[in-house]
């Protein structure tokens, strides 16, 4: 029994090692040089650090999971794997094409698996609401800032502001502070009735919240430490600055997080983190013929099963409910694509997946995007970063065009068609120009995952991928 995991962070690790101790071989792939994923991005093995579990949490966990698949017979580890398109078979599991070495490389080694199964634990990335001056350098995701803060123990400023929505904003505001940067403010744009009311219903149905209690309790008493103020029901609305950020305006917003006029507060400050929640990576899942479900997640059943036969989704890419319903999904699935019986270990991971995915459901209920940050775009605010797209362009044209798909409203406007293609700008584009288009093609399909070099491809289709070893001097055969 062969199985491929794609991605190799919480999700992936855990359905790794599930499947290798159910008896399968397992190839485990992942883009980046080490395994972790986002939530253990780490120093080098050149460059470790004898507390890496300041910056990580459950990096005990990591370590087992870490430590027990490298070392597994059965298990073969390809790094720096760029898994770039799944095709469909009529019978079988997706084949899986990857090119292996720097993405800026050329002649990459070419990959190709035909699996029995193929678990996808592809996760997700920051989604930014665009404002005023986002463009400037100064101005990262938080997911990008807490990146670099635990990979290379670097601060992106020296005042530092951590603005958006959801408790993802505490964990970076930490690691920020922990190297050496001084945190003006944390700023959440959910208002304090709303986070009252969202976390206060039901509160039986909190189970999952209570293990995160410690947790949050350290947050609580690094930011005091640090004398990091943390206001709700505010948001970043403009970046000031010539060569790069000098300054942000913050104003309070309503519940529907539009800006109340008369309240902005500008704070100096040279480096401002955002992150307004998480957008799962679907192409592959899209790829692969995987339903997704009104939410924008894959769909899946009781043991992770997608509705493409043999493909399984776990993570991020299910709903947005952190490391603990990650590690559980892909117990589960590892189990059962490597066709394991059920287990104790398997009954108390569906439990604990169930807990977490309800935490999850009730997170995004309380801090996901609302429709009023519209109203903190000028005109002349850039939606669309690759292609500098503004606000104004876009409502002009679709006015002009009359158009009601969105691939047409993507060539006429450019936005969406730049170098990230519509990653960052995608789903705030679907916003403002009405969501509901003709064509019913969202933003999230991309059939080719990432950048791929002509020559590349080419040498795939000679057997191989080699890299042009003529001087630049000599001409090309005729």
Known sequence: MSIVVIGAGPAGLAAARSALRAGADVTLLDSSDQLGGQFWRHLPETSRAAKQHVLHHKWSTFEALASEITQHPRCTIVTSAQVWLLEQRDQGTPRVHAHVGPVDSG?????????????????AHDRTLPFSGWTLPGVYTAGAAQAIAKSERIALGSRV????????????????????????????????????????????????????????????????????PYLTGRAV???????????????????????????????????VCVSHGFTPRLELAIAAGCSIGPDRFVEVDARQRTSTRGVYAVGELTGIAGADAALAEGEIAGHFAARGPRSAAVSRAARSRDRFVDFGVRLDAVHAPRRGWTHWLRDDTVVCRCEEVTRGELDSIRSQTASCGLRSLKLSTRAGLGICQGRICGRSVEELLGDNFADGVPTDRRPIVSPVRIGDLAGQALGGSQPDERSPEEPPPQ
């Not at 990959?111 to 996760?123: F, N, S, V």
């Not at 403010?185 to 009311?197: F, N, Q, S």
């Open 107 to 123: 002649g990459r080694e070419s990959l190709t698996l035909e699996p029995d199964a193929l678990i996808l634990a592809t996760g």
């Open 161 to 228: 502001v951590v603005a958006g929505a959801g408790p993802f904003l505490l964990p970076v505001a930490q690691s920020l502070a922990l190297t050496g940067a001084r945190v003006r403010g944390v700023y959440e744009a959910t208002t304090l009735p709303a986070l009252a009311r969202g976390w206060g219903a039901k509160p039986w149905k909190l189970g999952a919240a209570v293990g995160k209690m410690p947790e949050l309790a350290g947050y609580v008493a690094s930011h005091v430490r640090h004398s990091i």
């Open 237 to 271: 609305v403009e970046a000031h600055g010539t060569d790069r950020v000098e300054a942000v305006t913050i104003a309070r917003v309503d519940e529907n997080w539009a800006p109340i006029a008369g309240s902005e507060t500008k704070i100096e400050a040279d480096a």
